[in-house]
């Protein structure tokens, strides 16, 4: 670079300002458990091993950028990683997914629950990254959000919203506290954007998603300074409350016809995850299709999945998909 060299944007933040000439991409889980070079690394390592090891976390980070042409890079970590800083015992088994050693079981047992800690391994893996990453790529953290987390530290968490709705709103602000103390730490080592994903609030109806849900999502958008993307797993008949997150993206998965969304949000997702086994030619219909709807509302828009990349898909097909957004006439 010249050295009065204006320095690249990011494709994505200029997203977030509608400015961008070109529609950004990036997926979901995309660092990690499906690329070769993260089975090289991970050899017969734990799962956990590899979060908390900021050498081996960067370089799996960093791994799709190359590979895969994307537009940013996601913090290789877990949902999980935040409570295991607040008193979970927490194991990471290798194709069985988290184990909450000592889960919550009923109200009483959220007193012995305490502050996030801050674990440095986290602040570390992403100033590792920034250390190396370009102008143009952001790297993007992330957090489970409260009800999602709660979901698998908390087996009977429907039992307790309903039965003890006091203890679960207890519950709920306890996690939004921590995860803010989380995402602060995050944007204090260098992160860009962040994503909340609520993997399971979907599954409520919209009163409870309302009531038990909203107000703690929304607590978090309010208390981080920086662009950031809220995703919903099942989110139809929630995207009117969706909208009231105050995320400055929402990010849906394939139950939503992102061109009956409103323009008042920017726009992420929302190509089927399951369509990645599908033949080149059904992949680039649909991905075309999504760009096509979203280029008929939405100014403000980032190509991504309708949830997760699933650890069996080829890379080849997500490369696909890059070389595909990359081409096509946005402005």
């Not at 070109?22 to 070769?36: D, E, K, S, T």
């Not at 307790?160 to 519950?171: D, I, N, T």
């Not at 369509?275 to 992949?283: E, G, H, M, S, V």
Request: glycine letters at 6%; hydrophobic letters at 40%.
């Amino acid at each position: 670079m010249a050295k009065n060299a204006t320095p690249e944007r990011s494709n994505i933040l200029l997203a977030f300002e509608g400015k961008n000439k070109r529609v950004p991409v990036w997926f979901m889980r995309q660092a990690g458990r499906y690329l070769p070079q993260y089975q090289s690394l991970k050899a017969n390592r734990p799962l956990g091993e590899l979060f908390r090891d900021p050498e081996i976390a960067g370089a799996i980070t960093l791994q799709p950028l190359e590979i895969l042409g994307v537009d940013a890079a996601i913090l290789f970590a877990d949902i999980l990683t935040m409570p295991s800083g607040m008193g979970f015992k927490i194991d990471f088994v290798n194709g069985k997914g988290p184990v909450i050693n000592n889960p919550i079981y009923h109200a009483g047992d959220l007193n012995r629950l305490g502050k996030y800690s801050g674990l440095e391994y986290v602040s570390r893996t992403i100033q590792l990254v920034n250390a190396v990453l370009p102008t143009s790529i952001p790297l993007i953290g992330f957090a489970g959000s409260p009800y999602t987390v709660a979901t698998y530290l908390c087996s009977k968490h429907n039992r307790m919203m309903y039965e003890s709705p006091k203890a679960f709103h207890q519950f709920m602000q306890l996690l939004t506290e921590n995860t803010i103390i989380y995402l602060k730490q995050q944007k204090e080592a260098g992160i860009k954007v962040f994503q909340l994903f609520d993997t399971w609030a979907g599954a409520l109806r919209y009163e409870d998603y309302e009531n038990f849900v909203l107000p703690y999502v929304q607590k978090i958008f309010k208390s981080i300074k920086l662009p950031s993307i809220y995703y919903l797993k099942n989110s139809a008949h929630l995207l009117k409350l969706m909208e009231q997150s105050g995320a400055d993206m929402l990010s849906v998965c394939e139950t939503v016809n992102i061109k009956d969304m409103t323009a008042k949000k920017g726009v992420q997702g929302n190509l089927l995850n399951s369509l990645l086994y599908a033949d080149d030619k059904t992949i680039i219909e649909e991905t075309q299709r999504i760009l096509k709807a979203a280029k008929s509302k939405h100014r403000k828009f980032i190509f991504n999945l309708s949830h997760g990349v699933m650890p069996d898909v080829n890379p080849l097909k997500l490369k696909l998909i890059v070389e595909e957004v990359h081409k096509f006439k946005w402005v």
